[in-house]
Antibody, heavy 120, light 108 residues
Framework: QVQLQESGPGLVKPSQTLSLTCTVS??????????WSWIRQHPGKGLEWIGYIYYSGSTHYNPSLRSRVTISVDTSKNQFSLKLSSVTAADTAVYYCARSGVPGWGFDYWGQGTLVIVSS | SYELTQPPSVSVSPGQTASITCSGD??????ACWYQQKPGQSPVLVIYQDTKRPSGIPERFSGSNSGNTATLTVSGTQAMDEADYYCQAWDSSTAHVVFGGGTRLTVL
């Protein structure tokens, strides 16, 4: 059974960098064939795709966040990570990691989500 | 950038059929998928590649996609189907993922 688990600080100060890691079990990122995404959901709002990475390191980002986002992969640890710089209160959200085949084929596995609050 | 539009809310009586639409330019030329999200839970994929149901998803969930509109249909709606539903597509021209704004399905 594939499982994804987000981890990282739940509280980040404004202007700092939000850093989260997604640990994958039950599947190997380095096997290829899947894209690994970060998605967020502001409180009471809809889903917003942040970006995805392939095991090779190839990435694609949401244009609205591109200037502040970096997604990386560590195949030795079977993890991928999100860094979002210069955060503001508007970045307060539940952050999910998720897996998809071809990106248009849907996210079939999701992490439980982690709430990140940006506040001083 | 590519956009998907959903109605904010849809209401249905138990046992009836609910239809939730998702509109986007030439959406029928792309694959659409649908997610169900209940309060405090992660989204669950209920339809992918327009019409396919993942293992474990009840047959009462079905999908279609043509022209500019994808539709999620819930037949014989049950109280447990009350949730937020999101459509999603992939814009192959930009390789970007796009979500609709979500529709709250209320079973009255």
């Amino acid at each position: 059974q594939v499982q994804l688990q987000e981890s990282g600080p739940g509280l980040v100060k404004p202007s700092q960098t939000l850093s989260l890691t997604c640990t994958v079990s039950g599947a190997s990122i380095s096997s290829g064939g899947y894209y690994w995404s970060w998605i967020r959901q502001h409180p009471g709002k809809g889903l917003e795709w942040i970006g995805y990475i392939y095991y090779s390191g190839s990435t694609h980002y949401n244009p609205s966040l591109r200037s502040r986002v970096t997604i990386s992969v560590d195949t030795s640890k079977n993890q991928f990570s999100l860094k979002l710089s210069s955060v503001t209160a508007a970045d307060t959200a539940v952050y999910y990691c998720a897996r998809s085949g071809v990106p248009g084929w849907g996210f079939d596995y999701w992490g439980q989500g982690t709430l990140v609050i940006v506040s001083s | 950038s590519y956009e998907l539009t959903q109605p904010p809310s849809v209401s249905v009586s138990p046992g009836q059929t609910a239809s939730i639409t998702c509109s986007g330019d030439k959406l029928g030329d792309k694959y659409a998928c649908w997610y169900q999200q209940k309060p405090g839970q992660s989204p669950v994929l209920v339809i992918y590649q327009d019409t396919k149901r993942p293992s474990g998803i009840p047959e009462r969930f079905s999908g279609s996609n043509s022209g500019n509109t994808a539709t999620l249909t819930v037949s014989g709606t049950q109280a447990m189907d009350e949730a937020d539903y999101y459509c999603q597509a992939w814009d192959s021209s930009t390789a970007h993922v796009v979500f609709g704004g979500g529709t709250r399905l209320t079973v009255l």
